[in-house]
């Protein structure tokens, strides 16, 4: 009989509403095992074209059953430098799981929680000591320079695969730590923090360097690096880190927040911990706007940090919902309500300008818009108030201005986002871009295949050159 | 990286100048520039005005008022101990030209970055007519450098115990018909002062700019929890700012959310009995 996919174990919603701790527990040896005997070896694995950096999906799980983690682990990392990342929060769904054969007939290897398991066992050992880490390595003498500027994942990976092939990297972050959207905007209980920065010092033991509280366009700019301070290429991965708001009256209330400055209080600022310096607004009754990742995540947040009713208010319907299938699935098990198809238009206050309600209207379907996606109408006289007490915006981002306002010759599209090439290559000569910067806000993964082919493209260059 | 605290005192009591070390920034930062610190590990990230810089020496100067747990954790540090993290020189620089007479207006410890504001303006070649106050005499900073940079110096104190007793904007009225006239002005302090600044220099149709000290977390962009309304649209401080068109500004806006964390004591004691609270 087939084997069914493993479940992975988990921290039941009662109690993982009240607290911080990862969520997923990940799979042990034996489910490991188990899940992996259920990949078929497909000689053509339609999975691997679903990855966006292509991992060799079938080759690593067969390693999996012939209980060499290490083996595996080696194979993931030849593609993919953040394995113990993405494990925890690719969209795989609609990636590798989506295309693999066995999702024909029913369910997809977990792939992900492979990828996942493999990763944290290998790290658990170096913890345990059961395993002694690789020598640190530093770059070879006269080895070309290269900024980074933004420690995402766009920039974590572009820094990897430089290093790999000899270059001395640089790394400059504008915040006091590195990681990008995945220390700042992911909370700690979908992607330990700890995990982040297990991932961001192997980089350093091999000849990785850091430098935070470095604000590029202020404190070098571009030009700076280039010229000034001697870099042979420059690597944009600043991430699309401007948050958009809903443009309606009483935005500015006190306990009205951007999903960004939320999570970043508890998240990189550790607010959620009692002897936290950074203060939060802990509301009762939390209304979020929204339905991606980051509004699962603000919601989940509220919850933790003491809300009794969390409501993520959206303007489409289910269908249409942008986070991941875990992430929805997760929220709802946890007690977030959905209210589908309102639409906010206006914040009420008190006198000392503190948040107190907010008016919606009702919408419905009409025609299909540019997206494909059916798109709202309002439905007239159909407004209602719902009383809260904070308010989360987690309707998009958009770019950041500092680099664009001081590079006047790096060429940016209508949203101010960066243009490239194919490989990452902007319009000004030795600067190219990845991630969020370029595409507007996606994934991890597809930030990290961005940093990897301008590495491919910095490499290719510089060696012509050379 | 842990940025060195080169020299330390006390301006007032409760208001200590800092210089520290900061090469890159000292290098790149013009007036009006400010940035973002945390004195320790677990600290807030604060924003604070860079008062002045010895480029030569690499070293940014600082004035503090303690308010809080964070800027009295910073005051704590003495010279030779590290300040955590140090992030800058962020905001727009200030818009500085030869406008004629510029009227430097300052309350309080806002006179700290008024300071770097009035000497570029006198560089510039303007006369500068600069006006400083603050509630009592003991809490006035920054005097003879005001003096030595300024064509008139005049000051006040709320209860009369140096020089003049009145408000900044009871000088800045009567400065107003007198000569040489006034073209251009700068307002830097609490909320109110710099409320009461706009509506003088609106009536008599002088362009003034006004330098706002939100709430701010990273400084770059990325939160909006510095947003502020001019002019009736939304505005980041931290990359927009953090000098505006002080005649556009919301300051009643700004007032309030400057108390969002500020008063939440009281407020919690309320929360109570609408069920939210605020840690
Ligand atoms: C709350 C939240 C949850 C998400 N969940 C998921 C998920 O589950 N799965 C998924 O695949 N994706 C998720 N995403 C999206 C994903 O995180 C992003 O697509 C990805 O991080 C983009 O990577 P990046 O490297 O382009 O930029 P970022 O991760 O945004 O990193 C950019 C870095 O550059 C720094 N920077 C910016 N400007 C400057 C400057 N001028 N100088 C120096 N440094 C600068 C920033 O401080 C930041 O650290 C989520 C996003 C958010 C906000
Ligand atoms: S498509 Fe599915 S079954 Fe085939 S190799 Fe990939 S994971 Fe294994
Ligand atoms: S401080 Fe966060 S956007 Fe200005």
């Given at each position: 009989m087939a084997i069914p996919r493993q479940p992975m174990p988990e921290q039941p919603p009662e109690v993982r509403r009240h607290n911080f701790d990862e969520v997923p527990l990940g799979y042990t040896e034996e489910l490991a095992i188990r899940e992996a005997q259920r990949c078929l070896q497909c000689k053509k694995p339609a999975c691997v074209d679903g990855c966006p950096v292509n991992v060799a999906i079938p080759q690593f799980i067969e390693?999996?059953?012939?209980?060499?983690?290490?083996?595996?682990?080696?194979?993931?990392?030849?593609?993919?430098?953040?394995?113990?990342?993405c494990g925890r929060v690719c969209p795989q769904e609609t990636q590798c799981e989506k295309y693999c054969v066995l999702a024909k007939r029913g369910d997809p290897v977990a792939i992900g929680r492979l990828e996942r398991f493999v990763a944290d066992h290998v790290r658990i050992r170096l913890m345990r000591g059961e395993k002694a880490p690789l020598p640190p390595t530093a770059p070879p003498p006269g080895a070309p320079k290269v900024a980074i500027v933004g420690s995402g994942p766009a920039g974590l990976t572009c820094a990897a695969d430089l290093l790999n092939a000899g270059y001395n990297v640089t790394l400059f972050e504008a915040l006091h730590e590195p990681g990008g959207v995945l220390v700042y905007g992911i909370p700690e209980f979908r992607l330990p923090k700890a995990i982040v920065k297990a991932e961001i010092q192997a980089l350093v033991r091999r000849g990785l360097q850091i430098v935070?509280?470095?604000?590029?366009?202020?404190?070098?700019?571009?030009?700076?690096?280039?010229?000034?301070?001697?870099?042979?290429?420059?690597?944009?991965?600043?991430?699309?880190?401007?948050?958009?708001?809903?443009?309606?009256?009483?935005?500015?209330?006190?306990?009205v927040y951007s999903a960004n400055e939320f999570l970043t209080r508890v998240n990189l600022m550790k607010a959620y911990l009692p002897d936290a310096e950074t203060p939060i607004v802990r509301g009762k009754r939390v209304a979020v706007f929204g339905a991606g990742n980051t509004a699962m995540d603000a919601a989940r947040t509220a919850l933790r940090i003491g809300a009794e009713e969390v409501y993520i208010m959206y303007r489409r319907s289910r269908a249409e919902m942008p986070a991941r299938a875990e992430e929805i699935h997760h929220a709802e098990e946890e007690g977030v309500k959905f209210e589908f198809l309102v639409n906010p238009v206006a914040f009420y206050g008190n006198e000392r300008g503190w948040l107190q309600s907010v008016r919606c209207e009702r919408m419905q379907l009409g025609e299909p818009d540019d997206s494909g996606r059916r798109r709202p109408v309002r439905i007239a006289g159909s407004e209602f108030d719902t009383p809260i007490n904070v308010a989360i915006v987690a309707v998009g981002t958009e770019s950041n201005p500092l680099i664009r306002q001081t590079t006047p010759d790096l060429q940016v599209n209508q949203w101010g986002y960066i243009v490239t090439d194919d490989m990452g290559r902007t319009s000004k000569p030795r600067v190219y871009a990845g991630g969020d910067i370029v595409t507007g806000a996606a994934t991890v993964i597809e930030a990290m295949g961005a940093g990897k082919r301008a590495a491919r493209a910095i490499i290719s260059d510089l060696q012509?050159?050379? | 990286m842990p940025n060195k605290i080169l020299e330390k005192e006390y301006l007032a009591e409760n208001v200590v100048s800092m210089w520290i070390e900061a090469r890159q920034?000292?290098?790149?930062?013009?007036?009006?520039?400010?940035?973002?610190l945390r004195p320790g590990e677990r600290s807030e990230r604060i924003p604070l005005t860079i008062a002045d810089v010895r480029a030569k020496e690499g070293a940014v100067r600082l004035i503090v008022q303690v308010v809080g747990k964070t800027t009295r954790d910073l005051a704590a540090l003495e010279a030779g101990e590290y300040v955590r993290d140090v992030a800058g020189p962020l905001g727009h620089p200030t818009p500085i030209k030869h406008y004629g007479t510029v009227a430097c207006v300052g309350g309080g410890i806002g006179v700290a970055p008024l300071l770097p504001i009035a000497r570029a303006m006198k560089e510039a070649g303007n006369y500068v007519v600069s006006i400083i106050g603050a509630r009592t005499k003991g809490l006035l900073i920054l005097e003879e450098d005001m003096r030595a940079i300024s064509d008139e110096l005049l000051i006040t104190t709320d209860d009369g115990?140096?020089?003049?007793?009145?408000?900044?904007?009871?000088?800045?009225?009567?400065?107003?018909?007198?000569?040489?006239?006034?073209?251009?002005?700068?307002?830097?302090?609490?909320?109110?002062?710099?409320?009461?600044?706009?509506?003088?220099?609106?009536?008599a149709g002088i362009a003034t700019i006004a330098s706002l000290n939100t709430i701010m977390i990273d400084g770059t962009g990325m939160c909006g929890g510095c947003r502020v309304t001019v002019g009736g649209r939304v505005k980041y401080t931290c990359?927009?700012?953090?000098e505006f068109d002080a005649h556009e500004v919301d300051f009643d806006e700004l007032q309030r959310r400057l108390n969002?964390?500020?008063?939440?004591?009281?407020?919690?004691?309320?929360?109570?009995?609408?069920?939210?609270?605020?840690?």
């Amino acid at each position: 009989m087939a084997i069914p996919r493993q479940p992975m174990p988990e921290q039941p919603p009662e109690v993982r509403r009240h607290n911080f701790d990862e969520v997923p527990l990940g799979y042990t040896e034996e489910l490991a095992i188990r899940e992996a005997q259920r990949c078929l070896q497909c000689k053509k694995p339609a999975c691997v074209d679903g990855c966006p950096v292509n991992v060799a999906i079938p080759q690593f799980i067969e390693k999996i059953v012939e209980r060499d983690f290490e083996g595996a682990l080696q194979i993931i990392l030849g593609t993919n430098s953040l394995p113990a990342i993405c494990g925890r929060v690719c969209p795989q769904e609609t990636q590798c799981e989506k295309y693999c054969v066995l999702a024909k007939r029913g369910d997809p290897v977990a792939i992900g929680r492979l990828e996942r398991f493999v990763a944290d066992h290998v790290r658990i050992r170096l913890m345990r000591g059961e395993k002694a880490p690789l020598p640190p390595t530093a770059p070879p003498p006269g080895a070309p320079k290269v900024a980074i500027v933004g420690s995402g994942p766009a920039g974590l990976t572009c820094a990897a695969d430089l290093l790999n092939a000899g270059y001395n990297v640089t790394l400059f972050e504008a915040l006091h730590e590195p990681g990008g959207v995945l220390v700042y905007g992911i909370p700690e209980f979908r992607l330990p923090k700890a995990i982040v920065k297990a991932e961001i010092q192997a980089l350093v033991r091999r000849g990785l360097q850091i430098v935070t509280n470095a604000v590029i366009g202020r404190l070098y700019t571009i030009d700076d690096l280039l010229n000034e301070e001697g870099y042979a290429a420059v690597f944009i991965g600043t991430g699309a880190g401007t948050p958009k708001f809903l443009k309606i009256p009483g935005e500015n209330l006190n306990g009205v927040y951007s999903a960004n400055e939320f999570l970043t209080r508890v998240n990189l600022m550790k607010a959620y911990l009692p002897d936290a310096e950074t203060p939060i607004v802990r509301g009762k009754r939390v209304a979020v706007f929204g339905a991606g990742n980051t509004a699962m995540d603000a919601a989940r947040t509220a919850l933790r940090i003491g809300a009794e009713e969390v409501y993520i208010m959206y303007r489409r319907s289910r269908a249409e919902m942008p986070a991941r299938a875990e992430e929805i699935h997760h929220a709802e098990e946890e007690g977030v309500k959905f209210e589908f198809l309102v639409n906010p238009v206006a914040f009420y206050g008190n006198e000392r300008g503190w948040l107190q309600s907010v008016r919606c209207e009702r919408m419905q379907l009409g025609e299909p818009d540019d997206s494909g996606r059916r798109r709202p109408v309002r439905i007239a006289g159909s407004e209602f108030d719902t009383p809260i007490n904070v308010a989360i915006v987690a309707v998009g981002t958009e770019s950041n201005p500092l680099i664009r306002q001081t590079t006047p010759d790096l060429q940016v599209n209508q949203w101010g986002y960066i243009v490239t090439d194919d490989m990452g290559r902007t319009s000004k000569p030795r600067v190219y871009a990845g991630g969020d910067i370029v595409t507007g806000a996606a994934t991890v993964i597809e930030a990290m295949g961005a940093g990897k082919r301008a590495a491919r493209a910095i490499i290719s260059d510089l060696q012509g050159k050379g | 990286m842990p940025n060195k605290i080169l020299e330390k005192e006390y301006l007032a009591e409760n208001v200590v100048s800092m210089w520290i070390e900061a090469r890159q920034i000292a290098k790149k930062r013009q007036p009006g520039q400010f940035l973002i610190l945390r004195p320790g590990e677990r600290s807030e990230r604060i924003p604070l005005t860079i008062a002045d810089v010895r480029a030569k020496e690499g070293a940014v100067r600082l004035i503090v008022q303690v308010v809080g747990k964070t800027t009295r954790d910073l005051a704590a540090l003495e010279a030779g101990e590290y300040v955590r993290d140090v992030a800058g020189p962020l905001g727009h620089p200030t818009p500085i030209k030869h406008y004629g007479t510029v009227a430097c207006v300052g309350g309080g410890i806002g006179v700290a970055p008024l300071l770097p504001i009035a000497r570029a303006m006198k560089e510039a070649g303007n006369y500068v007519v600069s006006i400083i106050g603050a509630r009592t005499k003991g809490l006035l900073i920054l005097e003879e450098d005001m003096r030595a940079i300024s064509d008139e110096l005049l000051i006040t104190t709320d209860d009369g115990s140096y020089v003049r007793h009145g408000l900044v904007t009871d000088v800045l009225r009567e400065r107003l018909t007198g000569k040489p006239g006034i073209d251009f002005a700068v307002a830097i302090g609490p909320v109110p002062m710099m409320k009461a600044v706009a509506n003088l220099t609106r009536e008599a149709g002088i362009a003034t700019i006004a330098s706002l000290n939100t709430i701010m977390i990273d400084g770059t962009g990325m939160c909006g929890g510095c947003r502020v309304t001019v002019g009736g649209r939304v505005k980041y401080t931290c990359v927009d700012g953090p000098e505006f068109d002080a005649h556009e500004v919301d300051f009643d806006e700004l007032q309030r959310r400057l108390n969002m964390y500020r008063d939440h004591e009281l407020h919690q004691l309320e929360a109570c009995k609408i069920g939210l609270a605020v840690r």
